[in-house]
C-alpha cells in the first residue's frame, strides 16, 4: 500500500504561482506512475498531468501545457506540481495519485490522496 498527501494549496491572485507537494509512504514508491487530477465544483475529474517511473514519459492536459511542470524526487518519496502563470479556472481541488504500472491519463489509479484546495482569483 501507498498513501499520499498533498500539500501546497491555497489561494493566489491570477498571474500567480503555487507548488503542490505529494508525500507519500512506503519503500516502493519509485515502482509507482505518478499523476495529478483535479475537480472544479461541478465538474468531472480530469486529467492535469503524469509522470512514469523514473521521468522518463511526462504527460500534461492541454489546458496546463506550458504553465504547469511535475517532477518527482524519488529519494523522497515526494511528487510536486509547480503551476505557474494561474488562472481563475485553474481552482479546483488537486488530487495526488499513484499508479502501479504503466502511466495513465485517465482516473485509472491505485492510490489517491485526500486532496489540497487551490483557488485563483481573478
Known amino acids: 500500500q501507498v498513501q499520499l498527501v498533498e500539500s501546497g494549496g491555497g489561494v493566489v491572485q491570477a498571474g500567480g504561482s503555487l507548488r503542490l507537494s505529494c508525500a507519500a509512504s512506503g519503500r516502493t514508491f519509485s515502482s509507482y506512475a505518478m499523476g495529478w487530477f483535479r475537480q472544479a465544483p461541478g465538474k468531472e475529474r480530469e486529467f492535469v498531468a503524469a509522470?512514469?517511473?523514473?521521468?522518463?514519459?511526462?504527460y500534461y492536459a492541454d489546458s496546463v501545457k506550458g504553465r504547469f511542470t511535475i517532477s518527482r524526487d524519488n529519494a523522497k518519496n515526494t511528487v510536486y506540481l509547480q503551476m505557474n502563470s494561474l488562472k481563475p479556472e485553474d481552482t479546483a481541488v488537486y488530487y495526488c495519485?499513484?499508479?502501479?504500472?504503466?502511466?495513465?491519463?485517465?482516473?485509472?489509479?491505485?492510490?489517491w490522496g485526500q486532496g489540497t484546495q487551490v483557488t485563483v482569483s481573478s
Open positions: 495519485a499513484a499508479r502501479r504500472g504503466i502511466m495513465a491519463i485517465t482516473s485509472d489509479y491505485d492510490y
Open positions: 509522470t512514469s517511473q523514473r521521468s522518463l514519459s511526462i
